[in-house]
């Protein structure tokens, strides 16, 4: 391990040890027991600069609007790729981005602290329980109604996909909504979603077919991920023949990563591209993705194509894709052939 990733443990581990008991979720009593509550401005504390932390969030925010349609969102959040990834959400209307380097941009990281204590909101709530920046920036914000998200052993009891990064949130934010007498309808989880417009999804439809050339259906793979969660060429190469052996009927075409490298050594039609929307414009105009544990998987989950998630060091209760027919693969426990028998089931 470096030296700087060292030095990030310890000071993660520092800091939440001094924040995990910062703030109590606070509800205000309502002095009149018949006016209904509604939540016009809402913070969502998510401090976090990782593209797939920032898609989990979407059917918080999906939920939100379908219980508050008036209301206006802002949201905390390190980096930049709030507004890409919440483009096409009308009730989103800020950003406060925290910079990544607070060292290096030291008045800017100060500023972003001012800025949240200015403006008085009626819902604040952090997405993280673990999370230091996320409790103190929700217990810095003025709000008469903040939600810290700690573990509720009821909750934990009658959702058994409670675990899951996009789903908690949702959960806890019920039982709070419950709490202040507003009902719950109990509706699905909302499915993390980018929201594509259908100009994005012609473009890169476009681009999809000078890519094929033939009015064949697509299959989508990506065959990188980071660390350990990278498959190797050994079980890549091997599963790149079986797709084509199965699928003959099927154009595969590899989704490349911004690292512009191939676990099958760019054997399959390709696609590359930098920009978030179009990789999942082009996705969403395949018929299914099969990848390892990555942000590319919940961007693939972003674009309402049925996923296949490959999992083999991660806790797919965690992270797996969810919704249109997608399911998490533990590829420690299922082999190959059984994968590809899945894709069949999911493509009929």
């Not at 504390?45 to 508050?68: D, K, M, S, W, Y």
């Not at 590319?296 to 674009?303: D, E, F, N, R, W």
């Amino acid at each position: 391990m470096s030296f700087k990733l060292i030095i990030n443990a310890l000071r993660r581990k520092i800091t939440h040890k001094l924040t995990k008991h910062i703030g109590r979720t606070k509800i205000k009593q309502n002095s009149n027991c018949n006016a209904k509550i509604d939540f016009k401005n809402i913070l969502i504390c998510r401090p976090n600069h990782r593209l797939g932390n920032l898609l989990l969030i979407t059917p918080l925010v999906q939920e939100i609007n379908n219980t508050f349609p008036n209301c206006k969102i802002e949201i905390f959040i390190k980096g930049g790729l709030g507004p890409i990834v919440f483009k096409n959400y009308p009730s989103v209307e800020n950003f406060i981005v925290l910079p990544r380097k607070p060292f290096k941009y030291f008045f800017n990281y100060i500023k972003v602290w001012f800025k949240i204590k200015q403006k008085k909101y009626d819902l604040v709530i952090n997405i993280d329980k673990g999370s230091s920046s996320g409790r103190l920036s929700t217990q810095f914000a003025k709000a008469d109604y903040k939600f810290f998200g700690e573990l509720n052993e009821e909750i934990v009891q009658n959702h058994p996909d409670y675990k899951h990064m996009a789903k908690y949130p949702i959960y806890e934010f019920r039982h709070y909504l419950n709490q202040l007498g507003i009902e719950n309808q109990q509706k699905e989880i909302p499915t993390i979603n980018i929201k594509i417009s259908e100009e994005e999804l012609q473009d890169s439809k476009s681009i999809l077919d000078q890519i094929v050339q033939n009015d064949k259906k697509t299959i989508s793979i990506f065959t990188f991920a980071t660390g350990a969660k990278c498959y190797t060429p050994e079980w890549w190469n091997p599963f790149y023949e079986k797709l084509l052996a199965n699928f003959p009927d099927y154009n595969i075409v590899e989704v490349l990563p911004v690292e512009n490298v191939s676990q099958i050594g760019f054997k399959a039609p390709s696609f590359y591209s930098k920009n978030i929307r179009e990789i999942v414009a082009f996705i969403a105009n395949t018929e299914i993705f099969i990848g390892a544990d990555s942000g590319i998987m919940h961007l693939a989950c972003a674009s309402q194509t049925p996923v296949l998630g490959l999992f083999s060091v991660t806790v797919p209760e965690k992270y797996e894709p969810y919704g249109n027919n997608s399911i998490a693969i533990d590829t420690n426990t299922t082999n190959q052939d059984v994968i590809i028998e899945l894709i069949k089931k999911r493509l009929n």
